[in-house]
Antibody, heavy 116, light 110 residues
Framework: EVQLVQSGAEVKKPGESLKISCEGS????????IGWVRQMPGKGLEWMGI????????RYSPSIQGQVTISADKSISTAYLQWSSLKASDTAMYYC?????????WGQGTLVTVSS | QSVLTQPPSASGTPGQRIIISCSGS????????VSWYQQLPGTAPKLLIY???HRPSGVPDRVSGSQSGTSASLAISGLQSEDEADYYC???????????FGGGTKLTVL
C-alpha cells in the first residue's frame, strides 16, 4: 500500500528556519516525482515544486522559487521542504504528494504556524 | 487568481446530478490531461479523476470526468450527503512548467 507520512505540526517564530519531511513507502521511491502543495488558511491548493528522487531533478513554481528548498534522501525514501527564514505568510498546511500525470497519493499534511 | 477557473460554489439535492466546470487555456487543459481532487472538510485532498476521465479504484462510477478543448468538467450523479466537499481541477501548464490548480468549488448538498 502506497503511503506518504509527513512530520508533525510545527509552531515557529518569524525568522526561524524549518525543515519538514515526507517518508514514502509501498512503492519504489526513486521512480516517481514527489511534490509539495500549499494550502493557506481558508484557501485553495497551490503547487510549490517537485523533485525526482532518482536524480534529484527539482522544479519550482515561479511564485515560490527562492523562498523554499526541496530536497530528498533516497536512502531513507524521504523528501523535505525547507525554509531558511520563515514569515507569518508561510502559515499554511503543507501536503506532500506523489506525482505522475496526476497527484495520485497525498500525505496527511503538516500544519506550519508562524507567529511572534 | 488561479490559472484554471472553477465556479466557487455549487449545490444540489440528494439524488441529483451536478456538473462542476474547469476552464483553462491551450497551455494547460488544451494540451494536457486533467485531474480532479476531492477534499472533505479537515482532510487531505484525494484523487478522484485522472487522465480526464479515469477513476482510481474505489471511486464510484457515479463520478465521471470529461474534457473538450480548453475546458473540463466533473459530473457527480446520485448526489449524496457525503459528497459535500471542495473539488479542485488540475493540469500541467507549459508556460509555468508545472501543474496548476483551479481555485476550487465548494459543493453543498441541500
Amino acid at each position: 500500500e502506497v503511503q506518504l507520512v509527513q512530520s508533525g505540526a510545527e509552531v515557529k517564530k518569524p525568522g526561524e528556519s524549518l525543515k519538514i519531511s515526507c517518508e514514502g513507502s509501498g512503492y519504489i521511491f526513486t521512480k516517481y516525482w514527489i511534490g509539495w502543495v500549499r494550502q493557506m488558511p481558508g484557501k485553495g491548493l497551490e503547487w510549490m515544486g517537485i523533485i525526482y528522487p532518482g536524480d534529484s531533478d527539482t522544479r519550482y513554481s515561479p511564485s515560490i522559487q527562492g523562498q523554499v528548498t526541496i530536497s530528498a534522501d533516497k536512502s531513507i525514501s524521504t523528501a523535505y521542504l525547507q525554509w531558511s527564514s520563515l514569515k507569518a505568510s508561510d502559515t499554511a498546511m503543507y501536503y506532500c504528494v506523489r506525482f505522475s500525470t496526476s497527484f495520485d497519493y497525498w500525505g496527511q499534511g503538516t500544519l506550519v504556524t508562524v507567529s511572534s | 487568481q488561479s490559472v484554471l477557473t472553477q465556479p466557487p460554489s455549487a449545490s444540489g439535492t440528494p439524488g441529483q446530478r451536478i456538473i462542476i466546470s474547469c476552464s483553462g487555456s491551450s497551455s494547460n487543459i488544451g494540451g494536457h490531461s486533467v485531474s480532479w481532487y476531492q477534499q472533505l472538510p479537515g482532510t487531505a485532498p484525494k484523487l478522484l479523476i485522472y487522465n480526464n476521465n479515469h477513476r482510481p479504484s474505489g471511486v464510484p462510477d457515479r463520478v465521471s470526468g470529461s474534457q473538450s478543448g480548453t475546458s473540463a468538467s466533473l459530473a457527480i450523479s446520485g448526489l449524496q450527503s457525503e459528497d459535500e466537499a471542495d473539488y479542485y481541477c488540475a493540469a500541467w501548464d507549459d508556460r509555468l512548467k508545472g501543474p496548476v490548480f483551479g481555485g476550487g468549488t465548494k459543493l453543498t448538498v441541500l
